[in-house]
Nanobody
Framework: QVQLVDSGGGLVQPGGSLSLSCAAS????????MHWYRQAPGKQRELVAS???????NYADSVKGRFTISRVNANNTVYLQMNSLKPEDTAVYYC?????????WGQGTQVTVSS
């Protein structure tokens, strides 16, 4: 059974930092491209960051220079380090393995950026 477990969300002030984690099981993790998506209230889910099985990364323009995606294959875990957070980063963040069409999803973790 495939399972992705997101964690690390919370409430943070503007300019602060949070680190999200996603622990995967039931897949050959090292072979999967992994992604972080987010969905804000009333908006569509959007792709935030991706990392290939080889470690290449890609980011949405809105988070470039502030967010960093990484992976530790030995731990079957993907991370999202979020710095210089803004109120517009407020959303539920979802881990995804394998892409939005046919991949697997975590349950989501709430990130709220507010003073």
């Amino acid at each position: 059974q495939v399972q992705l477990v997101d964690s690390g969300g919370g409430l943070v002030q503007p300019g602060g930092s949070l680190s999200l984690s996603c622990a995967a099981s039931g897949i050959i993790f090292r072979t999967y491209a992994m992604h972080w998506y987010r969905q804000a209230p009333g908006k569509q889910r959007e792709l935030v960051a991706s990392i290939t099985s080889g470690g290449n990364t890609n980011y949405a323009d809105s988070v470039k220079g502030r967010f960093t995606i990484s992976r530790v294959n030995a731990n079957n875990t993907v991370y999202l380090q979020m710095n210089s957070l803004k109120p517009e980063d407020t959303a539920v963040y979802y881990c995804n393995g394998g892409g939005s069409a046919y991949g697997y999803w975590g349950q989501g973790t709430q990130v709220t950026v507010s003073s």
